[in-house]
């Protein structure tokens, strides 16, 4: 048979290791008659008798012998492979997590994540790649375990989503910069000079638009891929960074924060994977890791307070 039917197995290890058709038939709760004409397919399905008469009772073919030992093993497995996965040892497991992530998050939560998993599972390794883009064909072939970011369009409509935090844009200079000295109103903030994060080649984006509204332009005088070159340029001249509040907030510590004067909507920091990881114990463990770590981090009592000095 080209595609045998593999409930057949677990009736051939019961068969072989009854030695009898009535045994066999009180196991598996089913009639003589039907235990027999089980027994014919087996027969035909094997190409062996299986089971021959010695006097009063049945022994087995040497065929039969040969195969009770490997047919109760693969029972036993494909009874493990469809059973509910065991309870997670953390300190037995031994992987290495792949993590996506948005710019700053190594930085400002990559510490505490690392210090935590460690000490729950000492046999995990995380590594951590940039998120240069929002394609979901890492998560799709597995090179990826699990990424951050602000969920969009362009994700797969299979990947899973879960909400970390909100976050939103606050701008930062070096101390001493004439920001810090007065009252900052749309007019002083865009009269600055900025230096734009951009990934993708583009002049603008929501602040542009939000400045345009009340009739303001900003002058972009660099143009980085991220965030922490961006607010290294602001710590070292005159230009204004505006970046997420908690997702630089480890990379801020001795700058000046302050909150942008122009309405601009929150964003949501949520982390994504695959739906084959789904369920996978230790997956949901690393999950959950990063949730805790996120939820509340140890830097939102200070960025609140150094956002709260322009105020």
Not at 21 to 34: N, T, Y
Not at 70 to 94: F, I, K, Q, T
Request: with cysteine; glycine share 8%; net charge positive.
């Amino acid at each position: 048979m080209s595609h045998p039917d593999l409930n057949l197995l677990v009736t051939l290890d019961v068969l072989l290791a009854e030695g009898s058709v009535a045994g066999a038939a009180r196991r598996l709760r089913l009639s003589p008659s039907a235990m027999s004409r089980q027994l014919a397919r087996l027969r035909d399905t094997t190409g062996d008798p299986l089971l021959v008469r010695a006097g009063r009772g049945l022994v087995l073919t040497p065929r039969a012998l040969e195969l009770r030992e490997r047919v109760g093993h693969l029972v036993e497995e494909a009874e493990a492979a469809l059973r509910p996965a065991d309870r997670l040892d953390l300190s037995r497991l031994a992987r290495t997590f792949t993590l996506r992530t948005s710019d700053g998050f190594v930085e400002n939560f990559g510490p505490a994540l690392i210090a935590k998993a460690v000490a729950e599972a000492p046999g995990v390794r995380l590594r951590f790649v940039p998120k240069l883009d929002k394609d979901s064909t890492p998560l799709r072939d597995g090179s990826v375990d699990l990424e951050t970011g602000v969920v969009g369009g362009s994700q797969g409509p299979e990947v899973r989503t879960q909400a970390l935090f909100r976050d939103r844009f606050v701008g930062v200079v070096r101390v001493g910069h004439a920001l810090c000295r007065a009252e900052i109103t749309p007019a002083r903030y865009a009269a600055g000079q900025h230096v734009l994060v951009a990934r993708h080649r583009r002049d603008s984006g929501p602040i542009d638009d939000a400045l345009e509204a009340l009739g303001l332009e900003r002058e972009i005088t660099a143009t980085v891929g991220g965030f922490s070159p961006a607010l290294a340029l602001a710590r070292n001249s005159d230009m204004i960074a505006t970046v997420p509040e908690r997702h630089t907030g480890n990379l801020r510590d001795g700058l000046f924060s302050f909150s942008i004067p122009i309405r601009i909507p929150e964003m949501t920091v949520s982390m994504l994977w695959h739906p084959r990881l789904d369920a996978d114990p230790a997956h949901r463990w690393l999950r959950e890791c990063v949730r805790a770590i996120c939820v509340k981090s140890p830097t939102d009592s200070r960025s609140e307070k150094k956002a709260g000095t322009a105020r």
